[in-house]
């Protein structure tokens, strides 16, 4: 036996965070105290019915009287959920509701299909919960509503109009 439990009377030891009180020697008089002290903490009905009523919350009056003034009388915060990702920005990289519609358009952390990108593509289409394209951070550069697009809408239609015109000219010449 270990030293430090030899001897008589009662010491208190740790184990994983709980506390015990163990009972050292087999002196008559410390047995009884242990014993004593058992019945005292053992879990009856009535101990454990007297436990549940303390365990109540106030009510009434005695709600009342517990209240503390000095905390918030705000609600207490829901719990935040993370929002379902919009359906048209996972698809598409835009949403026709723009800020009014209530799905999230961050896509930033929805997975990519793996079937999109393999011959035949996802059976799914546009009911698939992941995102169809390569990076769905990032739009891709030629699509209708990025920036590029944008930007060189009118360009493009200046060159395809010469484009045309030179054909138009060469169709004509070898006639």
């Not at 163990?22 to 019945?39: A, F, H, N, S, Y």
Request: net charge positive; proline share 7%.
């Amino acid at each position: 036996m270990d030293a430090q439990y030899a001897g008589s009377g009662f010491t208190n030891v740790e184990v994983e965070g709980a506390r015990f009180n163990i009972l050292l020697g087999t002196d008559p008089e410390d047995v009884r105290k242990w014993r004593d002290q058992r019945k005292a903490r053992w879990p009856s009905r009535a101990r454990l019915a007297r436990d549940a009523e303390a365990a109540k919350p106030a009510t009434g009056l005695a709600a009342l009287a517990a209240y503390d003034s000095e905390e918030s009388d705000e609600p207490p915060a829901k719990k935040h959920r993370p929002a379902k990702v919009c359906l048209a920005m996972l698809h598409g990289g835009r949403c026709r509701r723009g800020a009014a519609c209530p799905y999230s358009h961050d896509v930033s952390n929805v997975p990519i299909c793996k079937f999109f990108t393999e011959p035949g593509g996802c059976r799914r289409g546009r009911g698939c919960r992941n995102a169809h394209r390569a990076d769905p951070a990032v739009p891709p550069r030629d699509a209708p509503g990025s920036l590029l697009a944008q930007l060189l809408r009118h360009d493009v239609a200046a060159e395809s109009s010469l484009a045309l015109q030179c054909l138009t000219a060469l169709l004509d010449a070898a006639e």
